[in-house]
């Protein structure tokens, strides 16, 4: 089964500085890969997706994550915070064939002024 | 296009009472999920359809729940009877599943649910 793991459950950075969020994915073989972001009282929306056609993927916001297969990993970047940042981020993994998607506990991110 | 939408978007109720819950998926989309989400367990993959047909309710947690989809246009999630735990945020996710498709979920802005 695909499972993803986010480390730190709260992430705490300077407005303008680098946000850098941290998932690790569990899987045979390369799945698909998603970040989401949920602002407060908000479902989530998908920030950006992996699906093997580029292992650096850009997406919303400024927001950009790099699949990297020797570290089974799938970290969230984006240069600059925003105080509209502000939020929590979902990394999520789904098998090729699966159906389901299997998300990680989530991280909430806090931007300093 | 109009995203996922859901009704009611709150919903506060007392102990006993028979909740429920709607969803109109995205128009085109063949899957939908139910999901639930709490503090203490995050989100939590209720049960999964699929052409109208569900496929996997393993994440329902009794029997007091249930789901339909009798379209594919419309989707209900069913507490009865409701307490106090079953407090939290549902939410409804269509996406297009099949050869080709990565099958990313598109959410609606869920149900906050409390049950008194």
């Known amino acids: 089964a695909q499972s993803v793991t986010q480390l730190g459950s709260h992430v705490s950075v300077s407005e303008g500085a680098l946000v850098l969020l941290r998932c690790n994915y569990s899987?045979?073989?390369?799945?698909?890969l998603f970040w989401y972001v949920q602002y407060p009282n908000q479902g989530l929306q998908l920030l950006l997706k992996y699906t093997s056609a580029a292992t650096l993927v850009k997406g919303i916001n400024g927001f950009e994550a790099e699949f990297k297969k020797s570290e089974t990993s799938f970290h969230l970047t984006k240069p600059s915070a925003h105080m509209s940042d502000a939020a929590e981020y979902f990394c999520?993994?789904?098998?090729?064939?699966?159906?389901?998607?299997?998300f990680g506990a989530g991280t909430t991110v806090t931007v300093r002024a | 296009d109009a995203g996922v939408i859901q009704s009611p978007r709150h919903e506060v109720t007392e102990m006993g009472q028979e909740v429920t819950l709607r969803c109109k998926p995205i128009?085109?989309?063949?899957?939908l999920f139910w999901y639930r989400q709490t503090m203490m367990r995050g989100l939590e993959l209720l049960i999964y359809?699929?052409?109208?047909?569900?496929?996997?309710d393993s994440g329902m947690p009794e029997d007091r729940f249930s789901a339909k989809m009798p379209n594919a246009s419309f989707s209900t999630l069913k507490i009865q009877p409701s307490e106090p735990r079953d407090s939290a945020v549902y939410f409804c996710?269509?996406?297009?599943?099949?050869?080709?498709?990565?099958?990313?979920?598109?959410f609606g802005e869920g149900s906050r649910l409390t049950v008194l």
């Open positions: 996710a269509s996406s297009l599943s099949g050869t080709g498709s990565t099958g990313e979920l598109f």
């Open positions: 128009s085109g989309h063949n899957s």
């Open positions: 359809f699929n052409n109208n047909v569900p496929i996997d």
């Open positions: 899987s045979s073989v390369p799945p698909y």
């Open positions: 999520a993994v789904r098998g090729r064939g699966d159906y389901k998607l299997s």
